[in-house]
Nanobody
């Protein structure tokens, strides 16, 4: 079983940056992939980025490519989402999730969700 806690959200102006963190506990962190998702007001939850257990393979949804970067530090049991050039449409609650059996790609079966962190981008 995996427990996840996100942090780093907040209010930022368009064009600004934020770095989200997700601290994991429970199962050995380096044994599974991780992902970031978001849910904007009135919309369904969507996959944002994923990373395999080693950090070698990374996956991104098209709308954030070139602006967001996912990374992980297995020594700190933490996955990050660096968000640059933020846009108002990036406003959402951001969640991290564990992919215990896959590689962290968009179609994987993610479980063990965190509670989410709010990101608000003002225009």
């Amino acid at each position: 079983q995996v427990q996840l806690v996100e942090s780093g959200g907040g209010l930022v102006q368009a064009g600004g940056s934020l770095r989200l963190s997700c601290a994991a506990s429970g199962r050995t962190f380096s044994s599974y992939a991780m992902g970031w998702f978001r849910r904007a007001p009135g919309k369904e939850r969507e996959f944002v980025a994923g990373i395999d257990w080693s950090g070698t393979s990374k996956y991104y949804t098209d709308s954030i490519k070139g602006r967001f970067t996912i990374s992980r530090d297995n020594a700190k049991n933490t996955v990050y989402l660096q968000m640059n050039s933020l846009k108002p449409e990036d406003t959402a609650v951001y969640y991290c999730a564990a992919d215990l059996w896959g590689v962290g790609a968009a179609g994987s079966s993610f479980g063990s969700w965190g509670q989410g962190t709010q990101v608000t981008v003002s225009s």
